[in-house]
């Protein structure tokens, strides 16, 4: 299985400063189509989880444009470029490109 | 919209069974890969098993094969998850997730809790 490896797990920030968070693979995510298939969610505190970014870089409908994601082959980032009271929570990274699905072990934000 | 409402989770012994439903809604469901997705007590997300749109195909985590069996009935709109064997450490919140076409999971709904517990 592709091994998901977050870091920070815990990320102290203050609000309306950046913030940014890695993930890494074992394994190149690029899919036989083309595509990479790497995606960040974020996990509101009591919520389901809620995908933010997918395929690298693309934002989903109505996430705001402070989120961005980057990256490539194994290596990739999420940053948040003012973070603001609703951003606390659990933001995880997921491999789409093979069976099964992995995710990493989260990043936790809370303010400072 | 877009729905997806788990059910059947409960309090089962070690070794006991124990079947979740999901039912889909606003979408076409047999066009749709489908997942369970799980998450421990305060810990991590974990893919569970996988189901093709027309049922011909599934795929299992390692740590559930053998025990698990997902299944769908497309006339009815639902997934599920006929789970046995169980052990403590399945126990979880389980969500059942549509793929969407870049191969991730859309969660729509709020999950079934499993406590695995004597």
Same mark, same amino acid.
């Given at each position: 299985?592709?091994?998901?490896? +977050?870091? $920070?797990?815990?990320?102290?920030?203050? =609000?309306? +400063?950046?913030? #940014?968070?890695?993930?890494? #693979?074992?394994?190149?995510? %690029? !899919?036989?189509?083309?595509?990479?298939? =790497? !995606?960040?969610? +974020?996990?509101? $505190?009591?919520? #389901? $989880?809620?995908? =933010?970014?997918?395929?690298?870089?693309?934002?989903?409908?109505?996430?705001?444009?402070?989120?961005?994601?980057?990256?490539?082959?194994?290596?990739?980032?999420?940053?948040?470029?003012? %973070?603001?009271?609703?951003?606390?929570?659990?933001?995880?990274?997921?491999?789409?490109?093979?069976? $099964?699905?992995?995710?990493? +072990?989260?990043?936790?934000?809370?303010?400072? | 919209?877009?729905?997806?409402?788990?059910?059947?989770?409960?309090? /089962?012994?070690? &070794?006991?069974?124990?079947?979740?439903?999901?039912? &889909?809604? @606003?979408?076409?469901?047999?066009?749709?890969?489908?997942?369970? /997705?799980?998450?421990?007590?305060?810990? @991590?997300?974990?893919?569970?098993?996988? *189901?093709?749109?027309?049922?011909?195909?599934?795929?299992?985590?390692?740590?559930?094969?053998?025990?698990?069996? *997902?299944?769908?009935?497309?006339?009815?709109?639902?997934?599920?998850?006929?789970? &046995?064997?169980?052990?403590?450490?399945?126990?979880? /919140?389980?969500?059942?997730?549509?793929?969407?076409?870049? @191969?991730?999971?859309?969660?729509?709904?709020? &999950?079934?809790?499993?406590?695995?517990?004597?």
């Amino acid at each position: 299985d592709i091994v998901m490896t +977050q870091s $920070p797990l815990s990320l102290p920030v203050t =609000l309306g +400063q950046p913030a #940014s968070f890695s993930c890494r #693979s074992t394994e190149s995510l %690029v !899919h036989r189509d083309g595509s990479t298939r =790497l !995606h960040w969610f +974020q996990q509101r $505190p009591g919520q #389901s $989880p809620r995908r =933010l970014i997918y395929d690298v870089s693309n934002r989903d409908s109505g996430v705001p444009d402070r989120f961005s994601g980057s990256g490539s082959g194994t290596d990739f980032t999420l940053k948040i470029s003012r %973070v603001e009271a609703e951003d606390v929570g659990v933001y995880y990274c997921m491999q789409g490109t093979e069976w $099964p699905w992995t995710f990493g +072990q989260g990043t936790k934000v809370e303010i400072k | 919209e877009v729905e997806l409402v788990e059910s059947g989770g409960g309090l /089962v012994q070690p &070794g006991g069974s124990l079947r979740l439903s999901c039912a &889909g809604s @606003g979408f076409m469901f047999n066009s749709y890969v489908m997942h369970w /997705v799980r998450q421990a007590p305060g810990k @991590g997300l974990e893919s569970v098993a996988a *189901i093709s749109g027309s049922g011909d195909r599934t795929w299992y985590a390692k740590s559930v094969k053998g025990r698990f069996t *997902i299944s769908r009935d497309n006339s009815k709109n639902t997934l599920y998850l006929q789970m &046995g064997s169980l052990r403590t450490e399945d126990m979880a /919140v389980y969500y059942c997730a549509r793929e969407y076409p870049d @191969g991730s999971p859309d969660f729509r709904g709020q &999950g079934t809790l499993v406590t695995v517990s004597s």
